[in-house]
C-alpha cells in the first residue's frame, strides 16, 4: 500500500518562495510518474506539475510555469515543488498524487496525499 504525505505548506508574503515535500512510502516509488495538484475554496482541484519516474519529462500548468519547478529524489522516495515567487492567487490546499500505473505522466493518478495548506498574504 503506498502512502504520500506532504509537508512544507505554509504562510508566506506574496513573491516569496516555499518549497513543498510529498514522502511516499513503498520501493516501488521509482517506478510511479508523480504529480501536484492544488485545490483552492470553492474552485475545482487542478493540475500544477508532474514528472516522470526519472525526472526526465516534467510538464507544468501555465499558471505556474517559470515559477514552480518539480523534482523528485528517488533515493529519497521524495518529490518536490518549488515554488518561487508566489501570488495570492496561490493560495490553495496543495496535494501530491502517484500514478502506479506509469512511469511517465499520463494524466491519470490512484494515489493521493491528504494536502498541504500555501497561505500567500499580498
Known amino acids: 500500500q503506498v502512502q504520500l504525505v506532504e509537508s512544507g505548506g505554509g504562510l508566506v508574503q506574496a513573491e516569496g518562495s516555499l518549497r513543498l515535500s510529498c514522502a511516499a512510502s513503498?520501493?516501488?516509488?521509482?517506478?510511479?510518474?508523480m504529480g501536484w495538484f492544488r485545490q483552492a475554496p470553492g474552485k475545482e482541484r487542478e493540475f500544477v506539475a508532474t514528472i516522470s519516474s526519472g525526472g526526465f519529462t516534467r510538464n507544468y500548468a501555465d499558471s505556474v510555469k517559470g515559477r514552480f519547478t518539480i523534482s523528485r529524489d528517488n533515493a529519497k522516495n521524495t518529490v518536490y515543488l518549488q515554488m518561487n515567487s508566489l501570488k495570492p492567487e496561490d493560495t490553495a490546499a496543495y496535494y501530491c498524487?502517484?500514478?502506479?500505473?506509469?512511469?511517465?505522466?499520463?494524466?491519470?493518478?490512484?494515489?493521493w496525499g491528504q494536502g498541504t495548506q500555501v497561505t500567500v498574504s499580498s
Open positions: 513503498g520501493r516501488s516509488f521509482i517506478t510511479y510518474a
Open positions: 498524487a502517484a500514478d502506479r500505473g506509469s512511469s511517465v505522466p499520463r494524466g491519470k493518478y490512484d494515489v
